[in-house]
Nanobody
Framework: QVQLVESGGGLVQPGGSLRLSCAAS????????MDWYRQAPGKQRELVAT???????NYADSVKGRFTISRDNAKNTVYLQLDSLKPEDTAAYYC?????????WGQGTQVTVSS
């Protein structure tokens, strides 16, 4: 099992940037896939970005070209760089992974984009 703790959220103006971090309680070297999801008020949780153990990344169309996911296996941390932020990016952002059949989620970090 693994515990995930997100940090880095906050209030930012449109066009601004944030970097979210997801610290894992154990080595992530052997974890094949780690993800970031987000959930806005009144909306379903949606997949934002995925990164594989060899660094392959995929993104939702809504964030492609603006967000960048990365992982540092030595620090047991996954990052999500958020650039060119828009008000519609406002949401709670969650780190997630699946090990065998178990799903693990962090507590979330709030990102608010507003002028």
């Amino acid at each position: 099992q693994v515990q995930l703790v997100e940090s880095g959220g906050g209030l930012v103006q449109p066009g601004g940037s944030l970097r979210l971090s997801c610290a894992a309680s154990r080595s992530i070297f052997s974890i094949p896939v780690m993800d970031w999801y987000r959930q806005a008020p009144g909306k379903q949780r949606e997949l934002v970005a995925t990164i594989t153990s060899d660094g392959g990344a995929n993104y939702a169309d809504s964030v492609k070209g603006r967000f960048t996911i990365s992982r540092d296996n030595a620090k047991n941390t996954v990052y999500l760089q958020l650039d060119s932020l828009k008000p519609e990016d406002t949401a709670a952002y969650y780190c997630h992974t699946r090990i065998i059949t178990f799903h693990y989620w962090g507590q979330g970090t709030q990102v608010t984009v507003s002028s």
